[in-house]
């Protein structure tokens, strides 16, 4: 069983920042490839960005303005965004699947992760 813990969201104004982490709780031997996606209101839910654990690629959607982190012995990781906008407002979703054992591109689709998270809204203000 494999819980996805999330945490960081909240009401910010827009121009500010915002730090979204995940923690993937499972076992300790298992690594995994984790990104996050996000669903505004009326929208269908769209990828973000995501981290491979092999290599610590990353892949960012056009719209994001923010990098990954991450702490390889918690099994988590970070999305810090920079200068929110109105538009950024959504519930964010981390996702998870077991990692990869190869080099590749990260996966961008939901049907390729498995373990999901409840949510965290993200709410910016002008």
């Known amino acids: 069983q494999v819980e996805l813990i999330e945490s960081g969201g909240g009401l910010v104004q827009v121009g500010d920042s915002l730090k979204l982490s995940c923690r993937a709780s499972g076992p300790s031997t298992t690594t995994y490839d984790m990104a996050w996606f996000r669903r505004a209101p009326g929208k269908d839910r769209e990828f973000v960005g995501g981290?491979?654990?092999?290599?610590?690629h990353t892949k960012y959607a056009d719209f994001v303005k923010g990098t990954f982190s991450r702490d390889i012995a918690t099994h988590t990781v970070h999305l810090q965004m920079y200068d929110l906008q109105e538009e950024d407002t959504a519930m964010y979703y981390c996702?998870?699947?077991?990692?990869?054992?190869?080099?590749?591109?990260?996966?961008?689709?939901?049907?390729?992760?498995?373990?999901w998270g409840q949510g965290t809204q993200v709410t910016v203000s002008s």
């Open positions: 981290m491979r654990y092999i290599g610590g």
């Open positions: 996702a998870a699947k077991i990692g990869s054992v190869v080099y590749g591109d990260v996966e961008s689709r939901e049907t390729d992760y498995r373990y």
